[in-house]
């Protein structure tokens, strides 16, 4: 079984920072990927950012780039969300997404809310 564990959530005002955490924990043999999705109230979940464990290269969603890093500790199976210059618009329940022998799997989700 595997788990994903979230932190760093919070209430913040526009232009602020926060950084996000997530780690795997369990029968993790085989982390091929882990990133993070976002779902508004109302809204589709959708992709926020992920990054590969072979060789680090990373993906954004076209609203975050140039504002959210993703980066990854192999070693303790984590990934990391540092997220920039915030907007309301980033208010949304941010979930930890691992993909493991082709698997997805889910964390429980974290909150962040940005007020303007």
């Known amino acids: 079984q595997v788990q994903l564990g979230e932190s760093g959530g919070g209430l913040v005002r526009a232009g602020d920072s926060l950084r996000l955490s997530c780690a795997a924990s369990g029968r993790t043999p085989s982390v091929a990927a882990m990133g993070w999705f976002r779902q508004a109230p109302g809204k589709e979940r959708e992709f926020v950012a992920a990054i590969r464990k072979s060789n680090g290269d990373t993906y954004y969603g076209d609203s975050v780039k140039g504002r959210f890093t993703i980066s990854r500790d192999n070693a303790k199976n984590a990934v990391y969300l540092l997220m920039n210059s915030l907007k309301p618009e980033d208010t949304a329940v941010y979930y930890c997404?691992?993909?493991?022998?082709?698997?997805?799997?889910w964390g429980q989700g974290t909150q962040v809310t940005v007020s303007s």
């Open positions: 997404n691992a993909v493991i022998n082709y698997v997805n799997y």
